[in-house]
C-alpha cells in the first residue's frame, strides 16, 4: 500500500504557527522525496516546498522553497518515522489553502525537479488538509 497520509491542519490566526505532517507507507522518504502544494479557492494548485534525502548529481540532501514562504516555512524529515513535515511560520491570510503532500516514481528522486513540475504531473497525493489563516 504505496500512500501519503497527512495530519496537522487547522484554523489559525495571521502571524501564528502551524505544522503539517505527511507520514508515507509503501516506501522509504529517504528514496523518494517530497513535496508540498497548495491549492487556494478558485486558484491552481501550486508547488510550496520539496526535500529529499539524495538528490541527483550532488547525492546530499536538498531543500527549496516557493519565494513567498522563504524564510518561514521550513521542511524536514524524520527518516525514523518515515514522514516529512511543513513548519509554517508568521502565517498570512494568503496562506490559507489546501495543503497536499506529494511525490512521484520519477520526479519524486530529485526535489531541483519536483518544483519545476505541474501538479498533475505528479502521481501520489496525500489527503490534503485546511489551513485557514483568519482573524
Known amino acids: 500500500q504505496v500512500q501519503l497520509v497527512q495530519s496537522g491542519g487547522g484554523l489559525v490566526q495571521p502571524t501564528g504557527s502551524l505544522r503539517l505532517s505527511c507520514a508515507a507507507s509503501g516506501f522509504a522518504v529517504v528514496d523518494r522525496g517530497i513535496s508540498w502544494f497548495r491549492q487556494a479557492p478558485g486558484k491552481e494548485r501550486d508547488w510550496v516546498s520539496c526535500i529529499t534525502y539524495n538528490e541527483p548529481l550532488t547525492f546530499e540532501p536538498l531543500t527549496l522553497y516557493e519565494d513567498s514562504v522563504k524564510g518561514r516555512f521550513t521542511i524536514s524529515m524524520d527518516k525514523s518515522r518515515n514522514t516529512v513535515y511543513l513548519q509554517m511560520n508568521d502565517l498570512k491570510p494568503e496562506d490559507t489553502a489546501v495543503y497536499y503532500c506529494?511525490?512521484?516514481?520519477?520526479?519524486?528522486?530529485?526535489?531541483?525537479?519536483?518544483?519545476?513540475?505541474?501538479?498533475?504531473?505528479?502521481?501520489?497525493w496525500g489527503q490534503g488538509t485546511l489551513v485557514n489563516v483568519s482573524s
Open positions: 506529494a511525490s512521484d516514481l520519477v520526479f519524486g528522486a530529485s526535489c531541483s525537479e519536483m518544483s519545476r513540475r505541474h501538479a498533475s504531473e505528479l502521481e501520489l
